[in-house]
């Protein structure tokens, strides 16, 4: 047993660890860096429904990806009230809870101690692309990273005789289950641990399996209820996202899709340039940074084959394993067509563990090659932070250019709109949802407008119709755009056609049509083509 000297020891610098992330996170909320967008908007929409009573299964608009977010925002709405700081404190939490688990991760796989020390500091003081999905939630990205850990841990020790009871394997089960109806990305820690299992046990725990995959079903059951109750729409939705109301991707050549990953993806992931554009963080240091991941990849290609040999530990295989099995299921599958960053965070176990392997295998040779070698990665990481906060878009989830505008002019649209007693209308996407959680749902904007550029119109954008038949049934409307010149001008070209007088109004990068003579909806104006 550990005493209680010893674990003080390990874990004061743990918590002095969580400190720097939690000072990060705050100087990040503090600054307004991280925008509100209509993806997160549209998940504390969800958490404050929760508290009026609904009971939403998946995210809004689509048979996938489940509400297990918006549950755990509706509690700290409950708590502190319902706004956006609410929504990323719940970020953070989950964010401290990724650390913590990183850190016994790394406890199991690196050569000491201090290696997994800086392991957690790693992600503590991460690279942009990490940053932006643990303080914006898309619906399920910090839950499932932090349930994949937890997978991790649990089938590591498992494979390893750690643990051998059967509340292991209940657990590694109920992990799975939540993580499976949370977000289908849990699949790439899945696979690779249950490949672990059966490599270092083979069928020996067959018990254990049955247990694990019974959790697996009850704790995955919304997911189950609601495919075999609604048409086997979580299956079409596994099969092809679009035909549950989720957009999708053109699906690009399996050639192009393994470029990417590499081009895209993993310079992304290693915060070589921002995930919103292809500016590079820095031209001077990226070099230095590819040098330093060069040979993190070398030593963790090193480890696994001496964990080969007769006598020594098979973990680094669970690793590897990970690794592979994600580049077969990403470049394999549709979701290589997008590899802007958000499908490769669980990338970050393999590498934060090579990396302070790394490391520690520097401090032992020479302290000074160590210090630069640490001061240079972190350094390097906190750049792409502050010139991506000091940037024109900021750190956001929005990748369209022409969308990429904070919140700066929010609250003026809100009380233009509100003073003239005129908060029903129509816009995009992009606007709809943030306009109704900032305004507490006073101002509702169906999002019937197109946001593309060549005008066509996706109908899963309108993901809570609710809104719209509040719209239909109100007695005058607005039409609001976002720096859509061409929209703007082809209503006004169909007002004019139909005699319909209006008003107009620039408001930032707002543009709102109000006044009108008599209401008219976009479809029978026919701004929009079907996509």
């Given amino acids: 047993m550990t005493s209680p000297r010893k674990l003080s020891r390990q874990l004061l610098p743990l918590g002095g660890i ?246 895209v993806g993993l310079t992304g992931l290693l915060g070589l340039h921002y995930p919103w554009s292809a500016e590079w963080v820095s031209l001077v240091l990226a070099p230095l940074a590819l040098v330093f991941y060069g040979a993190v990849l070398v030593h963790g290609c090193a480890r696994w084959l001496a964990g080969r040999r007769p006598g020594d530990s098979n973990s680094y295989g669970l690793l590897w394993l990970l690794v592979g099995s994600f580049v077969v299921l990403f470049v394999g599958t549709r979701f290589g067509s997008d590899p802007t960053g958000r499908y490769l965070l669980p990338l970050y176990v393999p590498l934060c563990i090579f990396s302070a392997d790394f490391l520690e295998v520097l401090r032992q040779r020479s302290r000074a090659f160590f210090a630069v070698a640490l001061v240079f990665v972190l350094a390097f990481n906190l750049v792409g932070h502050v010139r991506g906060a000091q940037g024109a878009a900021k750190i956001t989830t929005q990748f369209n250019t022409r969308f990429q505008f904070d919140n700066t002019h929010d609250a003026e649209l809100i009380a233009f709109l509100l003073e003239r007693g005129q908060p029903y209308g129509y816009s995009n996407y992009w606007v709809a949802y943030r306009i109704a959680f900032l305004s507490d749902e006073r101002v509702i904007l169906a999002p019937r407008l197109p946001y593309k550029e060549n005008l066509a119109y996706v109908e899963s954008d309108d993901r809570y119709p609710a809104y719209t038949a509040r719209v239909r049934e109100a007695d005058r409307v607005v039409y609001v755009t976002s720096n859509q010149p061409a929209l703007d001008a082809l209503l006004r070209e169909r007002f004019t056609a139909r005699q319909i007088a209006f008003q107009e109004r620039e408001i930032g990068p707002y543009r709102v049509f109000y006044g009108l003579s008599h209401d008219v909806s976009p479809d029978e104006l026919g701004v929009f083509a079907t996509d």
């Fill in 18 to 263: 969580v400190l720097l992330a939690l000072a990060l996170k705050g100087a990040l909320l503090a600054t307004d860096a991280v925008p509100l967008n209509s993806d997160e908007a549209v998940v504390g929409l969800m958490a404050r429904h929760i508290l009026a009573g609904e009971r939403p299964i998946f995210y809004y608009g689509q048979a996938y990806m489940g509400s297990l977010d918006a549950w755990l925002i509706a509690g700290a709405f409950a708590l502190f009230g319902i706004s956006t700081l609410a929504m990323r404190l719940v970020q953070v939490a989950l964010f401290v809870g990724l650390i913590v688990s990183t850190w016994l991760l790394a406890r199991r796989f690196c050569s000491s101690k201090e290696a997994a020390l800086f392991s957690a500091l790693y992600i503590a003081l991460p690279p942009v692309l990490l940053t932006l999905y643990t303080t914006a939630t898309l619906g399920g990205y910090g839950e499932v990273l932090l349930l994949g850990n937890l997978v991790l841990l649990l089938g590591h020790d498992l494979a390893e005789g750690r643990r051998e009871s059967w509340y292991h394997w209940l657990a590694l089960g109920a992990a799975a289950g939540i993580g499976f109806w949370t977000l289908g990305l849990i699949a790439v820690y899945l696979v690779p641990v249950g490949l672990f299992l059966l490599w270092q046990l083979r069928l020996r725990p067959w018990r254990g399996y049955l247990l694990a995959g019974l959790a697996f079903l009850v704790f995955s059951s919304p997911w189950w209820i609601y495919n075999f109750t609604h048409g086997q729409a979580g299956l079409l939705a596994l099969y092809n996202p679009q035909t549950a109301g989720g957009p999708l991707a053109p699906i690009l050549p399996l050639g192009t899709r393994f470029v990417g990953f590499f081009l």
